[in-house]
Every structure is written in structure tokens, then in C-alpha cells.
């Protein structure tokens, strides 16, 4: 007598590269997709706060010269170097907006045109980035985003009509036949009233919602902005009421900020991965029970993309690795 044996089907390697915090520096965007190119990875996750902080006017002078006023000091250029300069501004995340004198002088006086014109630029600039997605990656890798707690809510809808990006807030995601990811780019409250903040009760009311789509929640990625309370993936200069650092023998005093709610949430479903960002300083990996996390922290104003690549096999997790140039 004889027997067949059905052959089991291997399980493939999944390869997944995680970003954050980038806030509008387009240098560490283009490295961020030409990293996923370069690693071949089947899906490239950028976390949230895509967006800049702010314009800089380049201002057209009757001269035909151009001025502005960057990283403390004011320059002049003409036309052969303005290139390069907007090239710089945006390099640590600011917003270069040429303009003339006339428009300029109109800013000056009504912030509510500083407003429209940054609200302008900040949406024209995310179409940008993400029109460069067919261009730098193929098209075995999905692009992920997740809307952060500085992405004003309007970069959504740019986000929801682009093809080549998946917004992935509230969404469930196959990462492969086995793997789901939940994203949510809400954070607890802080001191800077961001526009996705929200009390801990509230967050965690939103993350349990997010989380009953899921099939199976201990093999789940959860991509959550804000990173587990009093790990080491979340402290933060401690400020004082004047958002000033406060600084005890010689030292910025640090103190733990994360999201008490996404703690919570880890500790009670044990989901496979946790992918999170928001507090810069905090870069590094842990467990939390069975769960992998991960923060790869921020250096966005020095345009140097900080991620970290993670390969797996079913639950086992055969590369940990954090990329930084």
C-alpha cells in the first residue's frame, strides 16, 4: 500500500520597509523610495507627518534678483541659482514659494494669505511626492501612507485620489496571505495641538474599532503614529508652560509621552508588529509580550532618512535592520 503525502506550501519571505515623520523634507522622501527600489521590498509604509512646517518666500526683486530668508540669515540670488536654492529649502523640510514683491508684502500684513498660500504649496508638494512613486519604485511594491498628527486633514484627500499610494487610516492591508496592517496616524495629546490629537479615552475607542476589522489580530501589523507609553520609544524633552526644554545638571530632562491607549492596545492582542513614529528622539526596537515595535525616529531637517527593514517568514521575523543614509 501506498501513500501521498500532500506537499505543504512553503511560506515566501516578506520584506517590508517602515519610515516616519519626513515633515515635507523631500530629500528624505526620494531616499525613502529609492531605498524600497534598491531593497526590492513588497511593501514601503511611510507613517505619517509627510507635511512641512512652514513657507519660505523667494522673494523676485525689481532688480531681477531673488531674496529670501533661510536658517537665520537672509540671501540674495539671481536666476542661475534659484534652482539650488529652493533645492535647500526644501531639503530640511521647509517650503520654497516664489513670489514678488507685491504678493510678499500682501503676506507680510494678512495671515490668512500666509495660510491659503502655505495650504497651496503643502498639497501641490504632496501630488509631487507621490507622482515620483511610479517613477522610483515598480510596481510589485505598494506604497503605503498613513496620514500623521501634523498632516492637516485635506493632505487626505489629495492621498485618497492618487493611484499609485494606498492611505491606509482606518484601512485593513494585506501585507501578504497571512499578514493584515491597521494604520492610524491619531496621537494622545501634546503640547503643540496638533490637528489628529485626541484623548486617551477617545484613541482608544478609535484603535479598538480599527482593530475588530482584522481577521486575525496576533498575526496583524498595527502601524500606529504614536508609540507605546514609558518605553523606549517614546521619551521626549520634558517642556516647561513656555515650551522651553527643561534642563536639570546640565542636562535636557526626558520624559516618557507616548500613548497610553496604544500600550493598551499591544498588551491585550499581542499583534505580530507594531510600527511607530512621532516622537523623533526616540529611535530603537523592543517587545512588548510576543510583540515586536519599532520607532525609527527622525532626522528629516538633516535629510537623512532613518528606517528600518524587516523581513519575515510567517511569525518569525528573520531581519530586523535599521537603515539610515
Same mark, same amino acid.
Given at each position: 500500500?501506498?501513500?501521498?503525502?500532500?506537499?505543504?506550501?512553503?511560506?515566501?519571505?516578506?520584506?517590508?520597509?517602515?519610515?516616519?515623520?519626513?515633515?515635507?523634507?523631500?530629500?528624505?522622501?526620494?531616499?525613502?523610495?529609492?531605498?524600497?527600489?534598491?531593497?526590492?521590498?513588497?511593501?514601503?509604509?511611510?507613517?505619517?507627518?509627510?507635511?512641512?512646517?512652514?513657507?519660505?518666500?523667494?522673494?523676485?526683486?525689481?532688480?531681477?534678483?531673488?531674496?529670501?530668508?533661510?536658517?537665520?540669515?537672509?540671501?540674495?540670488?539671481?536666476?542661475?541659482?534659484?534652482?539650488?536654492?529652493?533645492?535647500? !529649502?526644501?531639503?530640511?523640510?521647509?517650503?520654497?514659494?516664489?513670489?514678488?514683491?507685491?504678493?510678499?508684502?500682501?503676506?507680510?500684513?494678512?495671515?490668512?494669505?500666509?495660510?491659503?498660500?502655505?495650504?497651496?504649496?503643502?498639497?501641490?508638494? !504632496?501630488?509631487?511626492?507621490?507622482?515620483? !512613486?511610479?517613477?522610483?519604485?515598480?510596481?510589485?511594491?505598494?506604497?503605503?501612507?498613513?496620514?500623521?498628527?501634523?498632516?492637516?486633514?485635506?493632505?487626505?484627500?489629495?492621498?485618497?485620489?492618487?493611484?499609485?499610494?494606498?492611505?491606509?487610516?482606518?484601512?485593513?492591508?494585506?501585507?501578504?496571505?497571512?499578514?493584515?496592517?491597521?494604520?492610524?496616524?491619531?496621537?494622545?495629546?501634546?503640547?503643540?495641538?496638533?490637528?489628529?490629537?485626541?484623548?486617551?479615552?477617545? #484613541?482608544?475607542?478609535?484603535?479598538?474599532?480599527?482593530?475588530?476589522?482584522?481577521?486575525?489580530?496576533?498575526?496583524?501589523?498595527?502601524?500606529?503614529?504614536?508609540?507605546?507609553?514609558?518605553?523606549?520609544?517614546?521619551?521626549?524633552?520634558?517642556?516647561?508652560?513656555?515650551?522651553?526644554?527643561?534642563?536639570?545638571?546640565?542636562?535636557?530632562?526626558?520624559?516618557?509621552?507616548?500613548?497610553?491607549?496604544?500600550?493598551?492596545? !499591544?498588551?491585550?492582542?499581542?499583534?505580530? #508588529?507594531?510600527?511607530?513614529?512621532?516622537?523623533?528622539?526616540?529611535?530603537?526596537?523592543?517587545?512588548?509580550?510576543?510583540?515586536?515595535?519599532?520607532?525609527?525616529?527622525?532626522?528629516?531637517?538633516?535629510?537623512?532618512?532613518?528606517?528600518?527593514?524587516?523581513?519575515?517568514?510567517?511569525?518569525?521575523?528573520?531581519?530586523?535592520?535599521?537603515?539610515?543614509?
Amino acid at each position: 500500500m501506498s501513500f501521498l503525502f500532500k506537499k505543504k506550501k512553503e511560506e515566501r519571505v516578506t520584506r517590508i520597509l517602515f519610515a516616519t515623520d519626513m515633515h515635507g523634507s523631500e530629500g528624505v522622501w526620494r531616499k525613502f523610495l529609492n531605498a524600497s527600489a534598491m531593497l526590492k521590498v513588497d511593501v514601503a509604509i511611510c507613517g505619517g507627518d509627510l507635511t512641512g512646517k512652514m513657507i519660505v518666500p523667494v522673494v523676485e526683486r525689481k532688480n531681477g534678483k531673488y531674496t529670501y530668508y533661510h536658517l537665520k540669515k537672509t540671501h540674495t540670488v539671481d536666476q542661475s541659482e534659484l534652482e539650488k536654492a529652493t533645492k535647500d !529649502i526644501k531639503g530640511i523640510g521647509y517650503y520654497p514659494y516664489i513670489t514678488n514683491e507685491s504678493e510678499y508684502e500682501e503676506m507680510t500684513k494678512n495671515p490668512k494669505k500666509v495660510d491659503e498660500v502655505f495650504h497651496k504649496v503643502m498639497l501641490s508638494t !504632496i501630488k509631487d511626492w507621490l507622482d515620483l !512613486i511610479p517613477q522610483k519604485v515598480s510596481n510589485e511594491t505598494r506604497v503605503v501612507v498613513c496620514p500623521g498628527n501634523d498632516d492637516r486633514f485635506p493632505v487626505d484627500e489629495v492621498v485618497n485620489n492618487h493611484k499609485h499610494v494606498i492611505n491606509g487610516e482606518g484601512k485593513v492591508i494585506e501585507v501578504d496571505e497571512k499578514h493584515e496592517m491597521v494604520s492610524c496616524g491619531w496621537v494622545n495629546p501634546s503640547p503643540w495641538k496638533t490637528a489628529r490629537e485626541e484623548e486617551e479615552e477617545k #484613541l482608544e475607542e478609535r484603535l479598538e474599532k480599527y482593530i475588530s476589522q482584522l481577521k486575525n489580530v496576533e498575526s496583524a501589523i498595527f502601524n500606529f503614529h504614536a508609540p507605546p507609553y514609558q518605553t523606549k520609544l517614546d521619551e521626549a524633552p520634558l517642556l516647561d508652560k513656555d515650551l522651553n526644554l527643561v534642563i536639570r545638571s546640565g542636562s535636557v530632562v526626558m520624559v516618557p509621552v507616548g500613548s497610553k491607549a496604544v500600550r493598551k492596545m !499591544i498588551e491585550k492582542y499581542q499583534p505580530f #508588529l507594531g510600527l511607530h513614529g512621532h516622537i523623533h528622539e526616540s529611535s530603537g526596537s523592543m517587545k512588548i509580550g510576543k510583540t515586536y515595535c519599532v520607532n525609527p525616529g527622525s532626522e528629516y531637517a538633516e535629510g537623512i532618512l532613518r528606517a528600518f527593514l524587516i523581513e519575515f517568514k510567517g511569525n518569525e521575523i528573520s531581519r530586523l535592520q535599521r537603515i539610515e543614509g
